[in-house]
């Protein structure tokens, strides 16, 4: 009977981690399940591949003869899985770009200029998603890849390319008592009415109420909103205010909204994400684009 892949590539990430905990982090998988498929690669094979202890983990000699073949054929299949996605794509030629807030900072031009030098054929689709989805619809698959905000639920099932790193600004109404101030503590605004996301946010929700500079105090919902035009007209509106990122406040700026920076609070972080199980090389080409 041959081996397969999946046994491979559990073998390949013990041998390159030497460490079934840390080998088992790194596939998602329980240490049990890793240790059965590796013994029974072993009893497959009919020899012993790992010299294991209650410290240690190592190499045999057949092992290490496996390890550049079992290589090889991995990265041979993930070649062949891209092939086969390319041309599946091939009639479609478009790729869908998900986000939840306009990008700006030039990101969509370059990454459009760029984009069309290495794929001439191919078509950009933006999509604008709800904050219902934080993943700004990766997680369904709506979209191919996506702009989103970290951190996001489940954030680790996704390959992530952070690619603005900005300070957080609070966005209020235009007579609002912060109105006289250029910049402002966390910790003065810790009774003042907050805008939240949605609860399926998650763990974008929290860090956009900034819970992580709270010491327990919780947050005051004034209301909950689902998009950015939502946000900014019930901050017009008098209804409470908002954290954003400095390069929002910008993009979003309005007469009866105002936004000033917010010490002592951690940088914002806006990502460009694809699924790890996305091997079309068209989806390489979209992400060094941004490189």
């Not at 399940?33 to 209650?54: G, I, M, T, Y």
């Not at 009639?91 to 990008?103: C, E, I, P, Y």
């Amino acid at each position: 009977m041959d081996a397969h892949l999946r046994d491979l590539r559990y073998f390949v990430a013990v041998a390159e981690e030497l460490s079934f905990t840390r080998a088992a982090d790194r596939l998602f998988v329980s240490q049990p399940a890793l240790s059965k498929q590796v013994r029974a690669l072993e009893e497959q094979l009919r020899v012993r591949l790992f010299e294991r202890d209650h410290r240690s983990v190592t190499l045999t000699a057949p092992g290490a003869a496996l390890l550049p073949a079992a290589r090889e054929l991995l990265q041979r299949w993930n070649e062949a899985q891209r092939e086969i996605s390319d041309a599946a794509a091939s009639d479609a030629a478009r790729l869908t770009v998900g986000m939840s807030t306009s990008v700006g900072r030039g990101l969509l031009s370059t990454i459009r200029a760029r984009f069309a030098e290495r794929r001439p054929n191919w078509q950009l689709h933006m999509r604008q998603i709800n904050w219902d989805d934080a993943t700004a619809g990766l997680s369904t698959g709506e979209v191919d890849v996506a702009f989103i905000w970290l951190p996001v639920p489940n954030q680790d099932q996704f390959n992530v390319r952070v690619v603005a790193t900005e300070p957080r600004w609070v966005a209020f109404p235009a007579d609002h008592w912060l109105s006289t101030r250029d910049e402002v503590d966390f910790k003065e605004l810790l009774g003042e009415p907050f805008l939240a996301l949605p609860e399926t946010a998650g763990p974008l929700r929290d860090y956009w109420l900034a819970l992580d500079a709270r010491s327990g105090n919780p947050p005051r919902i004034a209301g909950t909103v689902t998009n950015a035009e939502e946000t900014f007209a019930a901050i017009e509106g008098g209804a409470g205010i908002t954290l954003l990122a400095s390069g929002n406040a910008a993009i979003y700026g309005r007469a009866g909204v105002s936004a000033i920076p917010v010490t002592n609070l951690s940088p914002s972080e806006l990502a460009l994400a694809w699924r790890p199980d996305d091997h079309r090389s068209v989806i390489r080409d979209l992400v060094e684009a941004l490189t």
